[in-house]
């Protein structure tokens, strides 16, 4: 049986309203399945927003919602220094450049993967290039280091997703933070702007699936809660014979 995953107690109005504005968003881009804490496949974490939609040859493509809205949920248990702050924001600017050089050079890297070209992410990856490699490895051995957690990177390691978003008021973001292979949404007023991109993840069907179930479920609890329907009653129903 799939754990029941409650909504977070203490939840503050502007970290709703940045998962408010995320399934917006991901909806305007043709995602029109979605739901808000939804248990994520094959891993204990759970995303604050979840979407999905299907491709023009029938496939989906999902999409992991992460919201911060406050430096200290984002950099907890901060175990970093100045000098790997320095150097981190150094490394990022070299893995950017590496990027831009990547998307001129290999135009077959864009994955279409949205309605919109401006924000189709690419396929880094498939060329196996030396150097990006490398940074993309020290950026993540950094980042480690002045996070401590590992939560993002793990999402990206489990592929729960095809693509991960990171949520942030725009005050807080620093593009030296920006975990590898997430995009940045920041919100300014009641829109989001995407200002980096994700990096497509390949994920098995079968956990294709599994994320759209997870989702389902979510938005279950949501009407069950609505209608008054407790877990309860329907474990009790459930050892009833159906008229």
Not at 117 to 146: C, K, M, T
Not at 215 to 229: E, V
């Amino acid at each position: 049986m799939d754990e029941v995953v409650a909504r977070p107690r203490g939840e503050t109005t502007a970290h709703r309203e940045l998962k408010r504005l995320a399934v917006f968003w991901a909806q305007a881009q043709g995602y029109t399945a979605s739901a808000l804490e939804v248990g994520l496949p094959q891993c204990r974490y759970r995303a604050d927003a979840a979407a999905c939609r299907l491709t023009s040859d029938g496939a989906l493509t999902t999409a992991v919602f992460e919201c911060k809205q406050a430096r200290s949920d984002l950099q907890r248990d901060n175990r970093g220094t100045i000098g790997t702050r320095q150097r981190l924001e150094t490394v990022q600017r070299r893995r950017v450049v590496i990027e831009k050089h990547l998307r001129v050079h290999y135009p077959a890297l864009r994955r279409g993967d949205s309605l919109f070209s401006e924000f189709d992410s690419h396929d880094f990856g498939a060329i196996d290039h030396h150097n990006y490699r490398r940074v993309l490895r020290e950026v993540i051995a950094l980042q480690q280091q002045l996070r401590g957690g590992v939560k993002f990177e793990k999402l990206a390691h489990y592929h729960c997703a095809n693509l991960f978003f990171l949520v942030l008021p725009n005050e807080l973001y620093r593009a030296a933070e920006a975990p590898p292979g997430w995009g940045i949404l920041l919100a300014q007023g009641e829109t989001l702007s995407l200002v980096q991109r994700p990096v497509w993840h390949e994920t098995q069907p079968r956990r294709q699936l599994q994320f759209l179930h997870r989702i389902a479920l979510a938005g279950t609890r949501k009407m069950n809660k609505q209608l008054g329907i407790t877990f309860e009653e329907i474990l009790s129903a459930r050892g009833r014979e159906i008229p």
